[in-house]
C-alpha cells in the first residue's frame, strides 16, 4: 500500500509540474499548437495528452485570478504602471511616461473614453 501511495504522490508532482510548465510557455507567448509540439516531445505524450494539460492549466489560471481580489490586482497593476512612469521619466521616454499614465487612467476609468 505504501508503494501505491508513494506511487500516487509521484504521478500527481509530475502532474503537477507538467501543468506548471504550461503555464510558463503560455506566459512567454507559445501557441497552443507550439505547446502541443513541445508536450509531445518532452513528454512522450500524445497530442490529446497535451491538450488535457493546456486545459488544466487553463483552469489553474482562472481559479487563480477568481482568488485575487479585483481591488488587490487593480493596485498591483496601478503600482507596477508607476514604476513604468517613473522609468520612462528617468530614461527620458516621453512616450512611455504617456503610455503608462493612460493605461493608469483606463484602469481607473478617468479621462476621455475612446470607442474601442
Known amino acids: 500500500m505504501a508503494a501505491k501511495e508513494k506511487e500516487g504522490r509521484a504521478i500527481k508532482f ?46 489553474a489560471v482562472l481559479e487563480s485570478m477568481r482568488q485575487t481580489e479585483r481591488e488587490e490586482y487593480l493596485a498591483r497593476k496601478l503600482h507596477q504602471l508607476e514604476g513604468a ?13 504617456v503610455a503608462a499614465v493612460a493605461a493608469q487612467c483606463k484602469l481607473v476609468g478617468v479621462g476621455p473614453q475612446v470607442a474601442s
Do not use: H
Open 14 to 59: 509530475e502532474s503537477e509540474r507538467r501543468v506548471s510548465q504550461v503555464i510558463e510557455w503560455q506566459l512567454s507567448g507559445k501557441t497552443s499548437f507550439e505547446i502541443v509540439q513541445l508536450g509531445v516531445k518532452n513528454w512522450g505524450l500524445g497530442d490529446r495528452g497535451v491538450r488535457k494539460y493546456i486545459t488544466k492549466a487553463n483552469v
Open 85 to 97: 512612469v517613473a522609468m520612462g521619466f528617468s530614461q527620458k521616454q516621453p512616450c512611455a511616461v
